[in-house]
């Protein structure tokens, strides 16, 4: 689906974390993951940026995709600077200090 | 999934608002969302333009993004100069006065 | 999600269309649609190119999107030159003599 | 979706294949598609490399797409170099001596 054209700079204008549901109706849970494939010999630094409606941009959250390896996130699996917002849409920029390929996924449950 | 370039000007071929149900087989739900991503410093101006299969296109919408926020839209929002039609497909035109960054998702339950 | 940028061809390598169920349990429905927009003042047609795994290409379907339409195909009802078998993967070429956008689009229901 | 744009090399961040159920509660299952569009009249020879989150890559996987035809892959039916490893997320590299389009699909069930 995506050229292999590694970059350093990705954008996701999507996203959102359910609230946990706390009634007898489980509400919708939505798996989204952000796959990055790091096809260097270098280990890749990221830096997220989580962007929102009706606030300040959070962030960066830092992590790292090893040389030759994938790594699959979850948003709500980010805690530093704090966690992402649930229940809110959000937005996010990934930037990595290698050219890596980012692909944000939905699965919906 | 998306490479960070910000555009003025992106297209969505598909588009669809369901008729509401009236008997008791409720229809088929399809939340359409079209996330719009500015991260530039000044707020983005929208204008979308919707076509359809049988009769001329409809708008502009105008909205807007601020600086540095994201904006989740869903279509049967948009009020003025009438509502998006259901129950037809539908395609869409966004243009921005500043480059920003579209996605748009389906999410069928 | 699709950069405003008409084309004059696009590939779609998934297609499929299930054979109809005849038993008590439906076999899965794919509602498979291939969605174009002409935002040009010219009418556009289109002629599709149906690939298989182990036949050769059937094709072309021809087809129109006039000027400022919007048009949502599904494959299976192309008729001439033959339908496109059902319960087999296929891919398909979109052919346009005016730059148009394409999207493909899933729902499984 | 795709412009009409054969490439020599493909990356797909996003693979999963669910590991089997052996208890009442079925596993949620993914079918995950790889599917290759040759529409040139030379056969195209394939490579595929899968990456992981802690382990080295794996392949590369041979296979091919002749030409005029369409192929739709399961990753769980590579099995030489050695089957793709169950219940962990990987990701895959498509590398074609023929420029091919390649699309990556997940359907839910």
Known sequence: MI???GKHTWAIPEGYIPR????PEPELISH???CVLNTTDEDATLEITV??????P???Y???VPANRTRHFRFNEFEDPEPVPKGE???SVIESDIPVV?????LDS
Not at 20 to 23: A, K, L, N, V, W
Not at 51 to 56: A, C, G, I, K, M
């Open 51 to 56: 962007y929102f409606t009706d606030s300040d």
């Open 32 to 34: 989204e993951s952000l």
């Open 3 to 5: 050229p292999m054209t």
């Open 62 to 64: 830092e992590t790292e």
């Open 58 to 60: 959070i962030g960066p």
């Open 89 to 91: 849409p959000f937005a």
């Open 20 to 23: 946990e549901s706390t009634g």
């Open 102 to 106: 980012c692909q944000h996924t939905r």
